[in-house]
Nanobody, 125 residues
Framework: QVQLVESGGDSVQAGGSLKLACEIS??????????MGWFRQAPGKEREGVAL???????MYTHSAKGRFTISKDNAKNTLYLQMSSLQPEDTAIYYC?????????????????WGQGTQVTVSS
């Protein structure tokens, strides 16, 4: 069983920064999780991808995240991160981390097996 626990969500002013963390625990080998990612869901909207990172450290970003957000992972700490800067009100959402054993998994949330409970990010203007 794989468990993901997010932290770091907060309320910030527009232009501010936040760093989210996702601690991953498993009773199997964590290196079988070849894809990890951050997704978000705003009120009344569908869950959408933000950033992905693969087992070879390849990263992918959506257009809205590119240049402002950075995804990274610390294998020694079994933790996934999302550094967010230049936050805007439209970034307000619940942010979820996700993991899957599929290599180079895609953006579709339905293709991801493991999810955290989410952490709230609120950006005020």
């Amino acid at each position: 069983q794989v468990q993901l626990v997010e932290s770091g969500g907060d309320s910030v002013q527009a232009g501010g920064s936040l760093k989210l963390a996702c601690e991953i625990s498993s009773d199997t080998y964590l290196d079988t999780l070849h894809s990890m990612g951050w997704f978000r869901q705003a009120p009344g909207k569908e869950r959408e991808g933000v950033a992905l990172i693969y087992h070879d450290d390849t990263t992918m970003y959506t257009h809205s995240a590119k240049g402002r957000f950075t995804i990274s992972k610390d294998n020694a700490k079994n933790t996934l991160y999302l550094q967010m800067s230049s936050l805007q009100p439209e970034d307000t959402a619940i942010y979820y981390c996700a993991a899957d054993s599929t290599p180079y998994n895609n953006w579709f949330p339905g293709r991801w097996k493991y999810w955290g409970q989410g952490t709230q990010v609120t950006v005020s203007s």
